[in-house]
């Protein structure tokens, strides 16, 4: 099946606005790769913009035509390598921040006025929420690395027993929730950071905002789409496989009440 209009906008949004944050830095006369500064955005775009964000988006595509990714659980396990690499990413990002912070002998915790870590002219309170948004974001991260695993055992075991209960399913949605969260929190921050800092013009501004935007809202797939879908077949193939294990244990039973009878009449008989 081929993708639909939503998806290709959604990837295609991923791949522009992850580009532009990645190629300001490269192009910047003000940065060079030898600044630990510059690594900084790169790598926070390349963990939030692009890996985090097709993460998401990955796990909810239901219409893939690739047979590894047709299957939950197997989209689940991608998911898994894929948002671990982009959490690698977005820490070596504050390691980045935090070894040009540390050259510049700016405090780590404040918005530095430095010409090159700094935001030059920008607002005070602007970079203060750049800087404290950024903390909450990877404080939810750690939280999610911790969540995630025992999300991922507990959905394990149900599929397993093609069975979940309600509380099972309160616990699953702890980790779905926070993701969203840390999801928003992390696209709007970079986006902040491009805003503050000059080293994009103002269409690569607009450019990167209207693709932030744009995969914001396709890509978790916000009005369920084809989850729901999926859901109501899956629904109908776990009756149908409830029903073959229904008839295979009445098979069962019957073949044992029949031998039963069997072992009777020859008790009788002897």
């Not at 070596?92 to 530095?112: E, N, P, Q």
């Not at 491009?194 to 269409?203: F, P, Q």
């Not at 409830?242 to 044992?256: F, G, P, S, V």
Request: hydrophobic share 45%; proline share 3%.
């Amino acid at each position: 099946m081929r993708p639909s209009g939503k998806d290709t906008l959604s990837v295609g949004s991923m791949l522009l606005t992850s580009g532009l944050v990645v190629y300001g830095p490269l192009q910047s006369e003000k940065l060079d790769l030898g600044s630990p500064f510059a690594w900084h955005p790169i790598l926070m775009g390349l963990g939030f913009n692009f890996l985090l964000s097709v993460g998401v988006w990955l796990y909810r595509y239901e219409d893939c035509n690739v047979d590894v990714l047709d299957r939950r659980a197997a989209r689940r396990k991608i998911h898994v390598c894929i948002q671990l690499i982009g959490v690698i990413l977005v820490g070596l990002g504050f390691v980045a921040i935090y070894l040009a912070h540390k050259r510049t002998g700016s405090a780590l915790f404040m918005a530095s006025n430095d010409p090159v870590v700094g935001f030059g002219g920008a607002h005070i309170i602007a970079r203060t929420a750049h800087c404290g948004l950024g903390y909450l974001v990877l404080l939810l991260l750690v939280a999610q690395v911790f969540v995630g695993p025992f999300r991922y055992r507990v959905v394990a075991e149900a599929d397993s027993r093609m069975d979940m209960d309600d509380s099972e399913g309160r616990q699953c949605s702890i980790h779905e929730k926070m993701g969203k969260v840390v999801y928003i929190f992390g696209l709007t921050n970079v986006l902040l950071g491009v805003w503050l800092y000059d080293a994009w013009s103002l269409i690569q501004r607009l450019a990167i905002t209207l693709a932030t935007v744009t995969t914001m809202s396709l890509g978790p797939r916000w009005d369920g789409g084809r989850e729901m879908e999926t859901q109501a077949k899956g629904s109908v193939d776990m009756e149908e496989a409830l029903d073959r294990k229904q008839a295979e244990r009445r098979k069962k039973e019957a073949e044992e009440e029949k031998m039963q009878k069997i072992m009777g009449r020859n008790k009788a008989e002897a």
